[in-house]
Nanobody, 117 residues
Framework: QVQLLESGGGLVQPGGSLRLSCEVSGGIFSLYYMAWYRQAPGKQRELVAT???????NYADSVKGRFTISRDNAQNTVYLQMNSLKPEDTAVYYC???????????WGQGTQVTVSS
């Protein structure tokens, strides 16, 4: 059974921080190339950050220097530390293994992040 369980979202003021978590069930997590996506109201889902099994990371230009993706293979969990949050970061955030057939058609419920004063 596959599952992606995102958590850690909430309401935060501009300039604040949040740490998102995503627990992954199914397959061999340590091998997965993991990604965080986000989708704002009325917009397409966009890729925010990625991390390989070897912990190489990549970020969208809009979050570079503010967000940090990490993983704990012992906990089957990927994290997204978000600092210096802006109102334009408001979105539902999702995690997903990339290129894994087991998760091809599966998305978790996401976690809502709202940045507002």
């Amino acid at each position: 059974q596959v599952q992606l369980l995102e958590s850690g979202g909430g309401l935060v003021q501009p300039g604040g921080s949040l740490r998102l978590s995503c627990e992954v069930s199914g397959g061999i997590f340590s091998l997965y190339y993991m990604a965080w996506y986000r989708q704002a109201p009325g917009k397409q889902r966009e890729l925010v950050a990625t991390i390989t099994g070897g912990r190489s990371t990549n970020y969208a230009d809009s979050v570079k220097g503010r967000f940090t993706i990490s993983r704990d293979n012992a906990q089957n969990t990927v994290y997204l530390q978000m600092n210096s949050l802006k109102p334009e970061d408001t979105a539902v955030y999702y995690c997903k293994p990339l290129g894994v057939a087991l998760f091809r058609d599966y998305w978790g419920q996401g976690t809502q992040v709202t940045v507002s004063s």
